[in-house]
């Protein structure tokens, strides 16, 4: 199949702004769909509510558009009733993180047979432009006018400790690189934790100086340091620079996965 024969053209034009990398981030999955060459009768989408959310109604196949949160939940619930069924969660970071918080750990903890991908753009783009528990210190949101003044949530660091089989992050610039990460979860057994920088220039940038979805880019591009690079300077003594994140493959193991067929 062609990526095209997965999208539901009858859906387009998508709801998405101008300049969202959300789109760019379903291109990369189907894109590893299509690698793994899973069948859309034997693949369920599942999503909580938020930007991200809206993409399985994008995907023609089986899908599930569930409660603020509860996407994982969902998930499991179709693993455990259908282990044969391949399952793919699309969600963003406060959905995933906020109220679905417990959810996302403890599908961690129980190595759940899924693929998760979470689309990071560091606030609640659909409901106005609330900071999310990714919002950086000092960024400006509608809930934190004057900069936020609480630390934030590593969702990858987040799931490697809760027990996720794989974990890895890029950016909606690596396209290439997040494919491949996407193609790798799809076949590990157990949980698999893609985390994807995106960006969102309506509500994110246009309140912190990157109106422009260039810059927004350019940012994601040049605060990205791969995770061997970044150890390596912290094994010397060496400064990072201020707003870096790490990028790459965090962790695969082969911890017992639940929901995996016998």
């Known amino acids: 199949m062609s990526r095209a024969e997965w999208l539901r053209e009858d859906r387009l034009p998508h709801i998405y702004c101008s300049g969202c990398g959300n789109g760019t981030v379903i291109n990369c999955t189907l894109a590893a769909i299509d690698e793994v060459g899973w069948r859309r009768d034997e693949t369920v989408f599942l999503s909580g509510i938020g930007c991200s959310s809206r993409a399985p109604g994008y995907i023609n196949t089986d899908s599930l558009h569930t409660t603020h949160g509860r996407a994982l939940a969902f ?5 455990l009733a259908r282990p044969d069924l391949k399952v793919v969660v699309f969600t963003g970071d406060g959905d995933l993180a906020a109220i679905g918080g417990n959810h996302f750990i403890h599908a961690c903890r129980r190595n759940v047979d899924m693929t998760v991908v979470c ?17 950086p210190p000092g960024a400006i ?34 396209v290439t690189e997040l494919t491949k990460a996407i193609t790798t979860g799809l076949q590990t057994p157990g949980l698999a934790f893609i985390e994807v920088r995106t960006q969102c220039p309506t509500n994110y940038g246009r309140s912190n100086r990157l109106r422009e979805v260039s810059d927004m880019i350019e940012y994601l591009r040049s605060h990205a340091m791969l995770v061997q690079k970044y150890e390596r300077l912290i094994a010397e003594g ?5 707003g870096t994140f790490t990028i790459g493959e965090l962790v695969r193991r082969n911890r017992p996965a639940m929901g995996v067929q016998p």
Do not use: C
């Open 75 to 79: 998930a499991t619930g179709v693993k």
């Open 141 to 174: 949101s509608t809930t934190t006018p004057y900069g936020a003044s609480e630390p934030a949530f590593d969702l990858a660091d987040l799931a490697i400790a809760a027990g996720a089989n794989y974990v890895a992050r890029w950016t909606s610039y690596h």
């Open 238 to 242: 060496k400064p990072i620079p201020e």
């Open 119 to 135: 689309m990071n753009n560091q606030i609640y783009g659909m409901t106005g432009g609330q900071g999310s528990p990714t919002t």
